[in-house]
């Protein structure tokens, strides 16, 4: 079972650069999200779906683009990176839009701004 | 806001000790709360959960209980092994709907 595929799993870009963070899950489910994890900090929500069509901004979206046109899809978009935003990124995703659910997460990807 | 709180870490035990992770949480009412395990270059996945006051959670031989007196939801294991090494989250729901995280805990477990 590929469950939730994140890709790349490792970036390095320089300032200003542009890039996608790929989410994919197989599961069908409805909810998507993404996070970052910085040391001290937990994950904190960037951005979030609660099914195709449907986005919505988190904790801290700025910087940072999604759009869901499938189910199965959920694209995390930097327009131009900053140093800030170096960070390890976790795509997760659970049934409904309930709040006793448990979250699948991805495996990661680490990013790296010069 | 609604906030989740953990002990800092990192905690670094013997193999066989005990083991207690606190976690205490700001929020209204009573949400679900989540212990998650994160094992070194992995995602999170969930260890336990518990959906409603005194809700006891347990996996894999980790306990929690859901203490709404206190607003606690401490992580335990009687007996920790090399193999328990890896950082912890606690977690809630917040009032909107969405899963907000601790810190994190580190544990290391030395032979």
């Known amino acids: 079972n590929a469950g939730v595929t994140q890709t790349p799993k490792f970036q390095v870009l320089k300032t200003g650069q542009s890039m996608t963070l790929q989410c994919a899950q197989d599961?069908?489910?409805?909810?998507m999200s993404w996070y970052r994890q910085d040391p001290g900090m937990g994950l904190r929500l960037i951005h979030y779906?609660?099914?195709?069509?449907?986005?919505d901004q988190g904790e801290v979206p700025n910087g940072y683009n999604v759009s869901r046109s499938t189910t199965e899809d959920f694209p995390l978009r930097l327009l131009s990176a900053a140093p800030s935003q170096t960070s390890v990124y976790f795509c997760?995703?659970?049934?409904?839009?309930?709040?006793?659910?448990?979250?699948?997460f991805g495996e990661g990807s680490r990013l790296t701004v010069l | 806001g609604d906030s989740v709180t953990q002990m800092e870490g990192p905690v670094t035990l013997s193999e066989e000790a005990f083991l207690t992770i606190n976690c205490t949480y700001t929020?209204?009412?009573?949400?679900?709360l989540f212990w998650y395990v994160q094992y070194p270059g992995e995602g999170l996945q969930l260890l336990l959960k518990?959906?409603?006051?005194?809700d006891k959670g347990s996996n894999k031989g980790f306990e929690a209980t859901y203490r709404k007196e206190t607003t606690s939801f401490h992580l335990e294991k009687g007996s920790v092994q090399v193999s328990d090494s890896a950082v912890y989250f606690c977690?809630?729901?917040?009032?909107?709907?969405?899963?907000?995280f601790g810190q994190g805990t580190e544990l290391s477990v030395k032979p």
């Open positions: 599961m069908n489910h409805e909810y």
């Open positions: 779906s609660v099914g195709a069509g449907i986005t």
């Open positions: 977690a809630a729901y917040n009032q909107g709907g969405k899963l907000i």
């Open positions: 518990a959906t409603k006051a005194d």
């Open positions: 997760a995703s659970s049934y409904g839009t309930g709040s006793t659910g448990e979250l699948f």
């Open positions: 929020a209204t009412g009573y949400p679900s």
